[in-house]
């Protein structure tokens, strides 16, 4: 059977790193409810606000890091879409981004014209969130839905906590953590607090900043706790290594506007463990299974700059897993258990 098709689902980028083309993708972004869960009039005025100054500013932040192929993103994805082609016997592999191109409506539409008549559509984020996961499945139910796609879907569910999962991020992390250095930082993509405290059980009392987040919480918590799942993550990860509890911390980066994040932020700790006396660090960051602008600008160099003015030596950043062997084993493996 030749049917059944898989579906690699990434958040996007723009089309090239001009103003417009960042305009237009920060406004397809921004505007998803998932994203901005506001109102939409409010939504609306936010957002034109943000696209006065922001789409100039993330233009010169997408330049520092494209490369000759195009968004490092959109181009590591499609790495993965090759290399997964020998693992997936049932039909064709495609990719698809949330946000800019290949359009997910478009990939869906096509996949039917072809004959497809099963899809296994795989998010690819380890941990739950609803602007992630959420949004991605949504939209592609709609797109069936409206477009009378004869598609039956089925969907790859969050793998924070599945033990090969953890093996494959040990693999592809190992190289650097046989290296000297002072500290490990796993650092997570941020949400506000409130994205997640809608999705919890009426009347759940859970502090969104203990250090033991989710521990002893039920099941219907941990299921949408972003946080929790992230903490599940990093101790899993650093247990797997044995990696001292001193020696590693968790963070969440990419804050945007004024409201309550979740914590401990990045840039925090960044300075944190400078004045602590860390001179060598090592950053990782395992919400995102391939290096974009979130990693390699926003880490690889605006955090870096910050950590040595702070007082360290050096901030190293350890890449995401990409096309690692290990890890498009153990993707096939999840998509066929889906």
Known sequence: MTDHALLLVNLGSPASTSVADVRR???????????????????????????????????????????????????????????????????????????GQPALPQVLERLAAQGIRKVTLAPLYPQFADSTVTTVVELARQTITEQQLPLQMRVLQPFYDDPDYIDALVASARPYLEQDYDHLLLSFHGLPERHLKKLFPSGTKHDLRAAECCEGASAEVRAVCYRGQCLATARAFATRLGIPAGKWSVSFQSRLGRDKWIEPYTETRLDELAQAGVKKLLVMCPAFVADCIETLEEIGMRGSEQFVEAGGQEL??????NEHPEWVKVLAKLCENA
């Open 25 to 99: 993708y920060l406004n397809q972004f921004l505007m998803d409810p998932y994203v901005v869960d506001l109102p939409w009039p409010i939504r609306r005025l936010l957002v034109s606000l943000i696209l006065i100054k922001r789409p100039e500013q993330s233009a010169h932040a997408y330049a520092s890091i494209w490369w000759d192929e195009g968004s490092p993103l959109v181009v590591l994805t499609r790495r993965l879409q090759a290399a997964m082609v020998d693992h997936w016997p049932h039909g064709p592999v495609e990719i698809a981004m949330r946000y």
């Open 316 to 321: 190293v950043l350890v890449p995401c897993m």
